[in-house]
């Protein structure tokens, strides 16, 4: 069975697995196909990695197979009371955030705010009082189309819950306006809740509990359907990698047992887990008691930041489930956030020094596209994964009064700021006299594209990452990103301006530039910029003869 799915990437030699996702799980899975470097030479160790990983693979899409169907069109009374209360809660800590906000940005004027906004609370009652229920239409039309729910505004329901939702955010509003004048205990007068509360609490007691697994899945495709649209990245994978590591650790049973006692329990096995565990292919297959056996008890396990995000997703879960009746209580998973401080639990990555560079520069790179990417990001300050996705169609040029300027488009970037146009370094010439023809093909296909979105920068990473350990340096503060701290390094010491670099970097300016002058800087000054990073007294093997010529940049 394994022979279809195994295939050899030729520059590298290693085998990897490259398994087409079955057509009915395909929309909830999200990919149509999935590609795992299995970091192996040898065919016989790579089937045995390969196995586990299949296994798991027609496992999830299994559980995808057996989701909960999608949200009825005409919601009952119970789901629609639910939802009225998901939208007091949502109304309130709204409210709060903007008044928090608003008395840090003028405290002596917040009385007057204050004001107007009770005077905002008669108005919306009046019109409650009314029957007025207009100005809730739209946003109740909304909230339900953006769960799926199928909306007749001249349905008997849709009224209903319009109604509904008029009480709660008049509601939401007067307990904000209640604790402002000092009732910190203030609680929401409103039938439509105290009625909701008792119809969560009633589901709970008679609810049929669903397994863990089950539960991820149900929420896993609430999350991804509210997702925004934009970059894809890892977070789900991440989520997933999470909840799979509790389904074993609690035997994939209902969430509603969970107490503080598991979840401390928990935590402080996943905390001792080897750092590096993730990366063996094998461990997707392990159940909980082999994982820990086998990667688990080290003396330095997981990182802080890891571990918030672990119990953080898991907060998150529970919330989730809560609202539908799946558990009730204190969330367990509270209460184990490790503040970070950066020189304590926090390494920032730091430059690479002259001397460090020339060690990783001498000798070359075998890849030629290792040797390359490391060059564009010495002159660029790109992240890899932007310059290992980069096509041909991608290196562009443009006249201005005369002079050709040729530069980078980022399309597929980290933020919206890092969409960004960022000019061609002159040592990097031998880039533009190339074939640049085929737009869409790739600059450096060697680099396998795989993981979510299909993005080669992963594989790039590794390659890098083993690349570097080969060198000598076994850091974790030294890595590709370390490059960009290089070229801001020498950006500060040409005083060039910090909203400036922000443009060409990837990063948001400040408030004033960023909302008065949304254009920015123009591409000479860009050019400009780029233009001053230099690396002086190193030589910087040449592509094109991995060697044999050197681009001496000089004093």
């Known amino acids: 069975m394994l022979d279809r799915y195994l295939t050899k990437r030729p520059r590298s030699g290693y085998w990897q697995l490259r398994v087409p996702v079955p057509r009915d799980v395909q929309a909830a899975y999200g990919r149509k196909e999935v590609t795992v470097s299995l970091r192996e030479r040898d065919r016989e160790r790579a089937a045995m990695k390969a196995l586990p990983i299949l296994l798991d693979l027609t496992g999830e899409w299994e559980r995808l197979r057996r989701g909960s169907p999608p949200a009825a069109d005409e919601p009952s009374d119970a789901n629609l009371l639910k939802l009225a209360k998901e939208v007091f809660e949502q109304a309130r800590e709204l409210s709060q955030t903007k008044r928090k906000e608003r008395f840090a940005s ?130 789900e994978q991440q989520k997933r990698a999470t909840f799979r590591l509790f389904e074993g650790f609690w035997n994939d049973a209902p969430i509603r047992g969970v107490n503080h006692t598991h979840a401390a329990a928990f935590r402080d096995a996943v905390k001792l887990l080897h750092p590096d565990w993730a990366r063996s292919p094998a461990a997707r297959g392990l159940s909980w008691s082999q994982l820990i056996t086998r990667f688990g008890n080290q003396e330095r396990g997981l990182s802080d930041a890891t571990m918030n995000r672990h119990m953080a997703t898991l907060q998150e879960l529970w919330r989730w489930a809560s609202k539908r009746g799946h558990c009730a209580g204190d969330n367990p998973f509270d209460g184990f956030h490790t503040k970070l401080r950066r020189g304590v639990n926090v390494n920032s990555y730091v430059a690479w020094e002259p001397s460090e560079i020339r060690q990783l520069l001498t000798p070359p790179p075998q890849r030629q596209d290792m040797l390359e990417v490391i060059i564009v990001g010495l002159f660029t300050g790109m992240r890899l994964d932007e310059i290992a996705a980069l096509t041909w169609g991608q290196v562009r040029s443009e006249t201005i009064n005369g002079v050709v300027i040729n530069y980078f488009q980022v399309v ?144």
């Open 412 to 555: 597929d970037a980290k933020t919206p700021a890092g969409i960004r146009q960022v000019p061609v370094h002159p040592a990097l010439g031998w880039l533009l006299a190339r074939d640049r023809s085929d737009h869409s093909a790739r600059i450096w296909p060697g680099f396998n594209e795989e993981g979510v979105g299909k993005k080669p920068g992963a594989d790039a990473s590794r390659e890098f990452s083993s690349f570097k350990l080969g060198r000598g340096f076994t850091s974790r503060t030294k890595t590709f990103h370390s490059f960009r701290k290089n070229v801001t390094r020498i950006m500060e010491r040409a005083r060039v301006p910090e909203n400036e670099w922000a443009q060409v970097f990837g990063h948001e300016r400040g408030f004033t530039y960023g909302v008065y002058n949304p254009d920015g800087i123009d591409l000479v000054r860009k050019a400009e910029i780029i233009g001053l990073i230099d690396y002086p007294g190193l030589a910087i093997p040449h592509p094109e003869a991995k060697g044999s010529q050197e681009l001496e940049i000089a004093a």
């Open 106 to 235: 003028d405290p002596d004027t917040y009385a007057d705010y204050l004001e107007r906004q009770e005077q905002a609370q008669i108005g919306l009652v009046r019109a409650l009082q009314a029957n007025d229920l207009q100005p809730w239409l739209a946003p109740a039309e909304r909230i339900l189309v953006n769960r799926g729910i199928a909306v007749d505004q001249n349905s008997d329901w849709f009224k209903r819950f319009v109604a509904m939702m008029a009480e709660v955010t008049v509601a939401a509003v007067q307990v904000s306006n209640r604790q402002d004048r000092g009732d910190l205990t203030a609680e929401p007068a409103s039938a439509v809740l105290r009625q909701a509360t008792e119809a969560s609490e009633a589901a709970a007691a008679t609810a049929t509990d669903i397994r863990f697994s089950q539960l991820t899945e149900a929420f896993l495709r609430q999350w991804k359907a509210s997702k925004p649209g934009g970059k894809i990245t890892n977070t």
